[in-house]
């Protein structure tokens, strides 16, 4: 039988071509955008990874959600998977002790990310606040574009955190930058469950 216009275009329209996506900004919004993403795509089918570079191992929403999710299996959805490896917040005037944790830690999420990378599993791979741990000096931007340029040509890859550098930007294939109007911390509200984590 022969393919029609409209099954050409079907095809075309699932031929994955892997993006570079950056979330930036000062503004709130760049893990909770990567985590909408995470769902959609898990939803269609696809596989995902997240690797959290600076976040510790409080409880969260989304760890409780994701955990929920990567045991439904069936119904056409994906598998969705939450890493955590950073430390907790990291500041520049900590001991170098502690630093030392933090850039071991950084530097355990980044070769999670290259693993992944390789075994040729995930759809989609989320480095949530990567950007972070370049701008704290946790990893090289060198380290960082490595990854962005050796990612297969299906992979989609995300980069999230506030300070994202230019040469991220100029290769990145979407750059979404959040830009703070208003926020609730100005008037002394603090993080709430739910909204914040």
Not at 158 to 175: C, K, M, Q
């Amino acid at each position: 039988m022969p393919r029609t216009k409209k099954h050409r275009k079907e095809n075309e329209m699932s031929k994955r071509n892997g993006l570079l996506i950056v979330h930036t900004g000062d503004g709130k919004g760049k893990t909770t955008a990567a985590l909408g993403l995470a769902l959609r795509a898990c939803g269609d089918g696809m596989n995902v990874l997240i690797l959290q570079f600076i976040k510790g191992n409080w409880d969260s929403g989304e760890v409780r959600t994701i955990e929920a999710l990567g045991k439904v299996s069936g119904m056409g959805l994906g598998h969705i998977e939450l890493r955590r490896f950073g430390r907790g917040f990291t500041r520049k005037e900590e001991s170098d002790e502690k630093r030392l944790e933090h850039v071991k830690a950084a530097h355990e999420a980044l070769d999670a990310a290259r693993m992944a990378m390789d075994a040729g599993k995930w759809d989609l791979l989320i480095l949530d606040e990567i950007n972070y741990a370049v701008d704290f000096g946790l990893i090289s931007e060198q380290e960082m574009l490595s990854l962005a340029e050796d990612r297969p040509e299906n992979l989609h890859l995300v980069f999230t955190g506030r300070n994202a550098r230019p040469s991220i930007l100029s290769r990145a294939d979407l750059v979404t930058e959040m830009h703070c109007v208003k926020h609730p911390y100005a008037k002394g509200i603090r993080a709430q469950r739910g909204i914040e984590f």
